[in-house]
C-alpha cells in the first residue's frame, strides 16, 4: 500500500498564489504519472494538470498560463503552483498518483490523496 499526503492550500484573495504538494510513501518502487484534479461544489471532479515521468505536462485549459505542476523525483512529490487565482478556482483539490509497487509489478496502482481545500475570495 501506499499514502498520499496534500498540504498547503487555505484562503487566497483573487489575484494571489497558493502551492499544493503531494507526498507519496509507503510502498513505492516507481511512480509513473501524478496529478491534481479539482471538485466543486455541485460539480465534477476535473482533471488541473497532470506531469508523466518524463516531465510532460498537461493542462487543463483553464488553468493555462497560471498553474505549474513540477515534480521532484526524489522526494515522490507533485506539486501544484497556482497564480493569478480566480473566485472560480475555489475547490478541493486532489492529486492522485499512479504507481508500482515493486519491479514484480505487471500493472499500475492509482491513488488519491485527502484532497486540500482551496478557497479565492476577497
Known amino acids: 500500500q501506499a499514502q498520499l499526503v496534500e498540504s498547503g492550500g487555505g484562503l487566497a484573495q483573487p489575484g494571489g498564489s497558493l502551492r499544493l504538494s503531494c507526498t507519496a510513501s509507503?510502498?513505492?518502487?516507481?511512480?509513473?504519472?501524478m496529478g491534481w484534479y479539482r471538485q466543486a461544489p455541485g460539480k465534477q471532479r476535473e482533471l488541473v494538470a497532470d506531469?508523466?515521468?518524463?516531465?510532460?505536462?498537461n493542462y487543463a485549459d483553464s488553468v493555462k498560463g497560471r498553474f505549474t505542476v513540477a515534480r521532484d523525483n526524489a522526494k515522490n512529490t507533485v506539486y501544484l503552483q497556482m497564480n493569478s487565482l480566480k473566485p472560480e478556482d475555489t475547490a478541493v483539490y486532489f492529486c492522485?498518483?499512479?504507481?508500482?509497487?515493486?519491479?514484480?509489478?505487471?500493472?499500475?496502482?492509482?491513488?488519491w490523496g485527502q484532497g486540500t481545500q482551496v478557497t479565492v475570495s476577497s
Open positions: 492522485k498518483v499512479d504507481l508500482l509497487h515493486t519491479n514484480y509489478d505487471l500493472v499500475l496502482h492509482s491513488y
Open positions: 509507503g510502498s513505492v518502487f516507481s511512480i509513473r504519472a
Open positions: 506531469i508523466d515521468s518524463d516531465g510532460s505536462t
